[in-house]
């Protein structure tokens, strides 16, 4: 199908579709593709926006062989409107994780979460349903829910209005000369949910078809990991980080950077060379990275090897490799043989996230006496490394911005960056033309 052609800023007025995923706020941040897309329009020159044909058509270079791809242009990582067309592209229709299960086993169980700046209570309702709902009261949009617990309902705070746990407005007092108004009619906002091993997902989108059948590669490969029975604790409070959303989720992508950033007795054991990139298709909701060891059931602590009890059904092959499976735009799975570090990154602007950072073990094995003190080896390693790659991160992100950042090339290393921009650029190319189509 032909790119449709650019479009300028003279153009467009409140009718046309480009402009739905487009938010009134402050300008986006100049430059310097941006810089050349001054254009003269009725004889004024105008600031053309970042997204437009041409800008979209560059894209189409990072998804080449990797052996010819370059990295994604700066924009995709700075700008504010790109960030609004990613909320489009991307976050409006995909399945996005939003916590686990096991967070809401009981009825009346309930946690909160923010994600692209949408306020998302999930609960148990007292039938068993999982759902996920707006948090936002229908009154005058104060938040119903904070934190997490157990609850028959929801008081907003401010005037009283009360929810069911299924979301309906069951109470709103002081309402009875109001015309027109019938609490019956009102009910905090739904959200699809699907659970996928254990992980929740929510999607905007009610037409989204279903989450795992797109999954099926990423699923029969971590399979022997029987995630959907793994126990671990509820994360801590989410980091928050100054960097955009794919920083982060490449970073977690990346095979060449293990024996480089991350050189010396806590990582030596996976090395970069042994990084292997099963095929996918941009079609998948996720894709996977393995990476070889060089000694069966290595983990990350000093000894180099798992302390904790193993994953009871994995593989030679599974224990033999590090495993890790992503599943963008929100989850990231890094899979040894004692013990899951799950990402789930929660985008809330152009060049910042919120992360929640979790733990799986097999079932059983926070009962280990000797637990804690070697879940703390593998925390004190983990933590050094982690360290190293948020410095990267906060760096990479500094760069970015800059008038000199590059599309780079890639090593044969970076395999998942290649299905990374594939899955990115099939949705970016999808939603241009769907949004510019009238
Ligand atoms: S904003 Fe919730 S009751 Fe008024
Ligand atoms: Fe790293």
């Not at 996920?132 to 904070?146: D, G, K, N, P, T």
């Not at 006496?369 to 925390?379: A, E, T």
């Not at 290393?413 to 009238?438: K, M, P, S």
Request: glycine content about 8%; proline content about 8%; charged content about 20%.
């Amino acid at each position: 199908m032909p790119i449709p052609p650019p479009h300028l800023e003279g153009e467009e007025n409140e009718t046309t579709s480009s402009t739905r995923w487009r938010k009134t706020g402050p300008p986006p941040r100049p430059s310097h593709f941006a810089a050349q897309q001054r254009r003269e329009f009725q004889g004024v020159v105008v600031m053309a926006d970042l997204i437009s044909a041409e800008f979209i058509q560059s894209l189409s270079s990072s998804t080449r062989d990797l052996s010819e791809a370059e990295t994604l242009p700066p924009e995709c990582y700075t700008s504010a409107e790109f960030y609004e067309f990613e909320k489009e592209a991307l976050f409006n229709h995909e399945w996005l994780c939003v916590g686990r299960e096991a967070w809401v086993a009981s009825p009346g169980d309930y946690f909160t979460t923010q994600i692209i700046g949408e306020p998302i209570v999930v609960t148990r309702d007292m039938s068993g349903t999982l759902r996920a709902m707006s948090s936002v009261c229908q009154h005058r949009a104060m938040l119903v829910a904070e934190g997490h617990g157990n609850a028959r309902g929801f008081l907003c705070p401010y005037h009283h209005w009360a929810y069911s746990l299924d979301g309906q407005l069951v109470g709103a007092p002081a309402m009875g000369k109001t015309c027109n108004f019938d609490r019956k009619d009102v009910r905090l906002p739904q959200m699809k949910v699907e659970v996928w091993m254990g992980f929740i997902f929510i999607n905007f989108d009610d037409d989204a078809p279903p989450l795992a059948p797109r999954l099926r590669n990423v699923e029969a490969a971590i399979s022997n990991f029987d995630l959907a029975n793994a126990e671990g604790p509820r994360p801590g409070p989410a980091g928050k980080f100054p960097w955009n959303w794919k920083v982060m989720f490449e970073n977690n992508n990346d095979g060449y950077h293990a024996s480089k950033l991350h050189h010396g007795p806590l990582h030596d054991f996976v090395p970069s060379h042994l990084a292997e990139f099963p095929d996918s298709t941009p079609a998948d909701a996720g894709f996977l990275r393995y990476n070889g060891t060089l000694h069966p059931d290595a983990s990350f602590n000093a000894t180099q090897k798992a302390l904790l009890p193993l994953f009871p059904s994995l593989s030679d092959a599974d224990r033999n490799r590090m495993t890790f499976a992503n599943i963008p735009p929100t989850l990231s799975l890094v899979m040894m043989s004692d013990m899951v570090i799950y990402l789930i990154l929660r985008a809330d602007g152009p060049e910042s996230l919120e992360q929640d950072t979790g733990l799986l073990f097999a079932p059983g094995a926070m009962k280990d006496p000797g637990f804690q003190h070697k879940l703390d080896m593998n925390m004190a390693a983990a933590g050094a490394i982690i360290a190293q790659d948020m410095h990267v991160d906060e760096l990479v992100q500094v760069g970015l911005r800059s008038r000199f950042a590059p599309r780079g090339r890639y090593s044969w290393q970076e395999g998942a960056q290649g299905q990374f921009n594939r899955w990115l650029v099939h949705r970016y190319d999808e939603t241009y033309r769907r949004t510019t189509r009238g």
